[in-house]
């Protein structure tokens, strides 16, 4: 060996050394946090995480590839389960949840991630043996209703599309699916909608997906468009989505379920699959007292260099009236790794959210209800995405090719995607404003992320009847 290489080799050795040392001070810091670094059991320390943020999917008959139920279901995966946890934000993470909780709103609904003291604990429990403990300190099992229950609850309506077919290795592919009668005989308001997609590989549930995305429409009884849009867009790996109360979606007596645009692309095996679409109503006679806003932009202005990490692409747009957001939906494809939106208004700018990405989850976060950002009309939105065209990067194909915005997997995307807001009155939002002071209790003067105008008290008083 040359002395110059003798030199790298010792340098990388330092490297590692010294990563390998500040790990294990990191973990050693976030179990004393935990108040305990020794000890930790199967039943009475991680069988409450995974019946929390894990069973879900990975349970028999369901989404994901392996049951992690019992014991003896998660002993042969102790390690991966540490290695998957400890991604945190990153790209491969368990449960796939990407935001990253040191920066902006930190409130969202149906949250599963694990705090930093469970992810000690799990890779405490793993380096001392993965032991499984007393079985008296086991909780009581979580009881699902059945094989693939939905995350919206029990649905009023299920329907199924027809079933296409992918081989392993194939081009992608975009098209139309046959409409779907719904079978309503009146008019319905959609609170909550869940796809899920179904095939004959890895179990025959989940698995390996061959929809990307696809786009829905409803017909009318006449086969035509009926111009009720605002419906969410399905993506790989997306969970159920619940609309705000106070905007469902109408689907009228006799409409059909149209997906007009499809994108299939190659999962390695001869795939055939379907979607089951379920739908839960609003009582009958409701009626929406607000309407739909649109928080989606993006940009196709995205040249990504080749064996190059960390490249930075933004974008903006600015809302054309006040507007409630209600969800974050970043959209990227398999170079993206991190997405940001900032909110500027009135001289200041925020973060709102930022998180990582994994083009195998493509997840829509709501935020809590108190969360939702309240934002002005005029608010600039800026969107920041990041790409990992790299080795380094495990979807990327091949990083030495260029790239640049394309509908292809292969290719890139950058947008967050709408709607995703609710349009307010100059009244509407003002008085949300005044809620949201009176909910969190804040001062004057004092604003939380997502609130420019929560620092002024009583907005409602100037203007009680605008609309």
């Not at 919206?152 to 098209?175: C, K």
Request: hydrophobic letters at 35%; aromatic letters at 8%; charged letters at 20%.
């Amino acid at each position: 060996m040359t002395r110059g290489g003798e030199k790298r080799l010792s340098h990388a050795f330092s490297i590692g050394v010294w990563m390998l040392v500040m790990g294990i001070l990191i973990t050693t810091s976030q179990l004393a946090r935990a108040g305990q670094t020794e000890g930790f059991t199967f039943t009475k320390d991680i069988a409450p995480i995974l019946q929390r943020s894990c069973q879900n999917c990975h349970r028999p008959d369901s989404m994901a590839p392996m049951s992690l139920m019992s014991y003896e279901e998660v002993r042969p995966w102790a390690r991966s389960i540490k290695q998957r946890t400890g991604l945190r934000n990153r790209t491969g993470v368990m449960p796939p949840w990407f935001i990253e909780k040191d920066v902006g709103i930190q409130r969202y609904k149906d949250d599963p991630s694990l705090s930093e003291n469970e992810i000690a604990a799990i890779a405490a429990w793993v380096d001392g043996g993965a032991p499984q403990g007393d079985p008296s300190d086991l909780p009581p099992p979580r009881v699902f209703s059945g094989a693939n229950t939905w995350d919206i609850g029990e649905p009023d309506l299920v329907v199924s599309t027809p079933s296409v077919s992918m081989p392993g290795v194939a081009p992608d592919r975009w098209g139309a699916l046959e409409p779907v009668p719904l079978g309503l005989t009146e008019d319905r308001y959609v609170s909550a909608i869940q796809v899920k997609e179904f095939s004959d590989v890895s179990g025959g549930v989940g698995g390996k997906f061959i929809f990307h995305h696809a786009l829905m429409t409803m017909l009318d009884e006449h086969g035509d468009p009926s111009g009720v849009g605002g419906w969410p867009t399905t993506t790989t790996g997306r969970f159920g989505w619940t609309f705000d109360p106070e905007v469902g979606r109408l689907v009228e007596a006799g409409s059909e379920l149209l997906y007009h645009s499809v994108h299939l692309h190659a999962n390695g095996e001869n795939t055939t699959a379907y979607m089951k679409v379920a739908f839960k109503f609003h009582p009958v006679g409701y009626k929406p007292t607000k309407t739909l806003g649109n928080t989606g932009f993006g940009t196709p202005d995205v040249d990504l260099r080749p064996m190059v990490s960390n490249q930075e692409f933004h974008f903006y747009t600015t809302l054309e009236q006040h507007t409630k957001m209600t969800t974050y939906s970043p959209h990227m494809h398999a170079p993206g790794v991190r997405f940001c939106i900032e909110a500027i208004y009135g001289g200041r700018s925020e973060t709102l959210v930022c998180s990582g990405y994994d083009h195998n989850w493509i997840r829509a976060y709501q935020f809590a209800n108190d969360s939702m950002p309240l934002l002005p009309k005029g608010t600039i939105l800026h969107g920041i995405g990041y790409f990992d065209n790299t080795p380094a990067n495990p979807n990327i194909v091949d990083p030495r090719n260029w790239t640049g915005f394309g509908h292809r997997s292969v290719d890139n995307m950058l947008l967050h995607i709408g709607p995703g807001g609710i349009a307010l009155s100059e009244a509407e939002l003002r008085r949300e404003v005044e809620t949201r002071r009176e909910v969190l209790g804040l001062a004057d003067g004092e604003t939380v992320i997502g609130c420019p105008l929560c620092g002024v008290a009583g907005l409602t008083t100037a203007s009680q009847d605008q609309d």
